[in-house]
């Protein structure tokens, strides 16, 4: 999701549409969580970039992207630019097994028998 929310919009209350803005930011969080990764990945990861506009947002963490649109809200910003982009990972940060082939069979751990 790459997009830019106003802040003020007319005839709307600024905290109703502040929270808006934060349930359509978990709501696309949670849609994005429940899809199945890739073949070779188990989980999702989120790049944030929380910013005024498009040309300069900071990189967060995703627990941090909602303290981060009400800062920008604080400091009285006319709009707010989110962009949160799924990555398909391995838990524990390992990188996929890429390699082609058959999988070697385990090597057995007892000892050779004569014939």
Do not use: H
């Not at 940060?93 to 028998?113: C, H, I, K, Q």
């Amino acid at each position: 999701m790459k997009k830019t929310f106003p802040l003020q919009v007319t005839g709307k209350d600024s905290q109703r549409v502040l929270e808006s803005i934060k349930n359509e930011v978990r709501k696309y969080v949670q849609r994005e969580q429940k899809k199945t990764p890739p073949e070779g990945f188990n989980r999702w990861e989120f790049s944030c970039r929380v910013g005024t506009d498009k040309a300069a947002p900071a990189d967060r963490r995703l627990s941090e992207v909602i303290a981060s649109i009400d800062a920008v809200a604080k400091a009285g910003g006319p709009q707010v630019y989110v962009e949160i982009l799924a990555n398909p990972v391995l838990r524990g940060g390992a990188e996929p097994d890429t390699s082609v082939g058959e999988r070697e069979l385990p090597v057995s751990r007892l000892p050779d028998r004569p014939d």
